[in-house]
C-alpha cells in the first residue's frame, strides 16, 4: 500500500503525507497546525520528516512536530536547519516506512536543496521547489548553469515518475508557458484541464515527468520546437546552451 496525499498549508504550499501499511513520513511541514488536525482526524502518527530545502515554507512546522514523531528528521547537508537527525546528499539512500529512497543534490533554488526518489512501490519523486508543473524554482541561491544541470539530473528519471511539488503554481505557470511556446498544443490542452481541476479546487498535483516533457519550458531548453518559438527574443542560432536558453526562459518570467 501507498498512498501520498497533500496537505494544504499557507495559501498554496502542499505538505505531502505518505503512507504505507508500515507508517507516516510528511516531507516539508512548513506549518504544523494544518498536520496535527489531519493526524488526529486519520488517528495516526508520524513517524519520519522530509526536508528538502531550508525555506521557512518547508520547514516552519518543525519545531512542534519533532516531540511528536517517532523516527528521524531527514534533510539536507546544511547546518542551519535545526531540529535534523540525518544529513543526506547525492548518491545516498534512506529507508522510511518500508520504502527506500535515494537522494539527489539539486541545487540553484537554494544551494542546499535535494530531492527524495522512491521507485519501491512505484516512482515518485518530492523535489520540493524544484520543478513545479508548468515551471521550476526561482533561482534564488545557486547559478542558472547550476539550476539547469539539477533539471537535467531529474530529467533522466523515468517518464512515469510522478513529481510531487510543494507549491500549486501550475496555472500562473502556464500562462508564461504559453508565452514562450504559443503552438504547444499539448500545453494549450494541460492548460484547459489544469483551469477545470482548479475550478473544482483539485490539485493538478502530482503531475508526471513524462508530462512535464511536453509543456513545461524549462524542461525543455533543447527542444527546437522551443528554440524557433523564442528565436525573436534570444538568438539561439549560435547554438546558445541548455543553461543559456534556461537563463533567458527564467529572467524572462521573474521580469514579468
Ligand atoms: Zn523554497
Ligand atoms: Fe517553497
Known sequence: MLKISPINAFSDNYIWLIQTNEGNTLVDPGDSKPIISTIDKLSITIDDILITHHHYDHIGGLESLKPLIKGSVIGPKNNSIDLLDKHVGEGDTIKSIGLEFSIFEVPGHTLDHIAFYS????????????????????VFEGTFEQMNHSLEKLMSLPSKTEIYCAHEYTLSNLKFALLAEPNNLNLKEYQLDSTDKRKNNIPTIPTTL??????????????ISLREAISDKLDTSNQASNAEVFGFLRSWKDSL
Open 119 to 138: 521507485e519501491t512501490e512505484k516512482e515518485v519523486l518530492f523535489c520540493g521547489d524544484t520543478i513545479f508543473s508548468g515551471g521550476c524554482g526561482r
Open 210 to 223: 513524462g508530462q512535464e516533457l511536453q509543456i513545461n519550458p524549462f524542461l525543455r531548453v533543447a527542444e
